[in-house]
């Protein structure tokens, strides 16, 4: 029990499908992110969210769009993929702001492995 | 700008022996260091944090980790690996404040365990 939980584990899907990761967190944090995960690259972060309001989209294509409806549920509605957006995508919780003179580590679901075919 | 450079892609030791995993950064302000694991098929668990104060810090599952100001480092120890421990390890900088969670991380060493 991570505390995050991913929903689906896996997805499949075509180029002209709509489909939505779902994200949700029972540990009383009040910001959630999404990072992509692709083979041999970093983890790259994508969207931040900060008591529901977006505070970081670091250039993400527009097919990629993040939903925060409240503290504990985060969405990617995902649309007209393309194969090269396939990879893990990780949400992640944190509580913001952190303690003072820390940094609240970042804790993270098990994924959505995401097959664009 | 700030980075993270894991130097060693792959990693294999035996079981039982000692095990260091490095890790160096680059942050121009009082850097916020951590370890994260990650199993096949999990997401990420957070081994150990570095904020302030002492500088050699302890994690979970018997890891510890030193951070050099002066090498910039931040290398990820172990005294004895069981094979439990294969998987990919991470390191990550961030800083404090508004910079909460933007953690930037490196490339990842995958650690194998051989009997």
């Known amino acids: 029990e991570t505390g995050v939980t991913q929903t689906p584990r896996h997805l499949v899907m075509g180029m002209t499908n709509k489909k939505s990761l779902k994200c949700e967190q029972h540990?009383?944090?009040?910001?959630m992110y999404w990072y992509k995960q692709s083979a041999k690259k970093p983890l790259e972060l994508m969207f931040v969210y900060s008591l529901e309001e977006r505070v970081e989209n670091n250039s993400v294509p527009s097919r990629f769009s993040p939903e925060c409806p409240n503290s504990s549920h985060l969405f990617l509605h995902l649309h007209t993929l393309q194969p090269e957006d396939s990879a893990l995508y990780l949400c992640?919780?944190?509580?913001?702001?952190?303690?003072?003179?820390?940094?609240?580590?970042?804790?993270f679901g098990n994924g959505t492995r995401l097959t664009v075919t | 700008a700030q980075s993270v450079t894991q130097p060693d892609i792959h990693i294999t030791v035996s079981e039982g022996a000692s095990l260091e995993l490095r890790c160096n950064y680059s942050?121009?302000?009082?850097?916020?260091l951590f370890w994260y694991v990650q199993s096949p098929g999990q997401g990420l668990q957070l081994l150990l944090k570095y904020f302030s104060g002492d500088t050699l810090v302890q994690g979970i599952k018997g890891f510890e980790a030193e951070f050099k100001r002066s090498q910039s480092s931040f290398n990820l120890r172990k005294p004895s690996v069981h094979w439990s421990d294969a998987a990919e390890y991470f390191c990550a900088v961030g800083g404090g404040g508004t910079s909460y969670g933007k953690l930037t991380f490196g490339q990842g060493t995958i650690l194998t365990v051989h009997p």
């Open positions: 942050y121009g302000a009082t850097p916020y």
């Open positions: 540990l009383g944090h009040n910001a």
């Open positions: 992640a919780s944190s509580q913001d702001p952190p303690p003072r003179g820390t940094n609240s580590p970042l804790h």
